[in-house]
Every structure is written in structure tokens, then in C-alpha cells.
């Protein structure tokens, strides 16, 4: 994991940030993990009304079916 690092400019404060290592911040892996789950939670939900619409439609087919 790379970490990030800031060095004392000449007037005391503090520069850019910089990076140490090749691997993601750990803010960087948490923005990451942040869009991927809400990625995935959208698809669960796209997935569930899919669901839904599959049983209503079965349901549907039998009672022609069985009429």
C-alpha cells in the first residue's frame, strides 16, 4: 500500500501532497471501494425488479396455461 506524504516548504508550511510506492492510498482505494459498491448496489436492485418481473410473468403464463 502507497502512502502519502507532505514535506515542509521554505516558508514553513506544508507542500503538495506525494506519493511513496506504486499501489493506491488508502483514500484512493476507498473512493475506489466507494464507486464499486454503489455500482453493485445498483445492479442488485436492477437484479431484484428483474426478479419481480420473472414471478409476475411465470404467474401470468399459468393462468393461461391452467384456464
Request: no cysteine.
Amino acid at each position: 500500500m502507497a502512502i502519502e506524504y507532505k514535506v515542509r516548504d521554505q516558508s514553513g508550511g506544508l507542500g503538495a501532497p506525494k506519493k511513496a510506492g506504486t499501489d493506491e492510498t488508502a483514500e484512493e482505494r476507498a473512493a475506489r471501494l466507494e464507486q464499486e459498491n454503489k455500482i453493485l448496489r445498483l445492479q442488485n436492485q436492477a437484479n431484484t425488479e428483474r426478479m419481480y418481473f420473472m414471478e409476475d410473468l411465470i404467474a401470468e403464463i399459468a393462468t393461461k396455461v391452467y384456464k
